[in-house]
Nanobody, 126 residues
Framework: QVQLVESGGGLVQAGGSLRLSCTAS????????MGWFRQAPGKEREFVAG????????YYADSVKGRFTISRDNAKNTVYLQMNSLKPEDTAVYHC???????????????????WGQGTQVTVSS
């Protein structure tokens, strides 16, 4: 059984920081690309950040470049999202997702990912 479990969400004031974690089980983690997506009420799920299976390249939405950092620790089967300088518009449920490395894909397309976590709530107050 494949499971992705997120943690680290919460309530923070604008300008503050949070670090999200996503721990995977049931997959060979080191050969899966990982991504973070978010979904706010009334909006579609949108891409936030991605990291290649090999860890040698990262991808970011324009709205978070310079503020968020994605990383992975294969020894812990965990991907992280460090979020700094948070804004109220960052408020959303954040989900992690995984995609096998075996074929090319569009990293920002949620339809490309096979496994998803349950999500963790991030709320940023003014």
């Amino acid at each position: 059984q494949v499971q992705l479990v997120e943690s680290g969400g919460g309530l923070v004031q604008a300008g503050g920081s949070l670090r999200l974690s996503c721990t995977a089980s049931g997959i060979t983690f080191r050969i899966y690309g990982m991504g973070w997506f978010r979904q706010a009420p009334g909006k579609e799920r949108e891409f936030v950040a991605g990291i290649r299976w090999s860890g040698d390249y990262t991808y970011y939405a324009d709205s978070v470049k310079g503020r968020f950092t994605i990383s992975r620790d294969n020894a812990k089967n965990t991907v992280y999202l460090q979020m700094n300088s948070l804004k109220p518009e960052d408020t959303a449920v954040y989900h992690c997702a995984s995609r096998y490395k075996g074929s090319s894909y569009h990293v920002d397309d949620p339809g490309e990912y096979t496994y998803w976590g349950q999500g963790t709530q991030v709320t940023v107050s003014s």
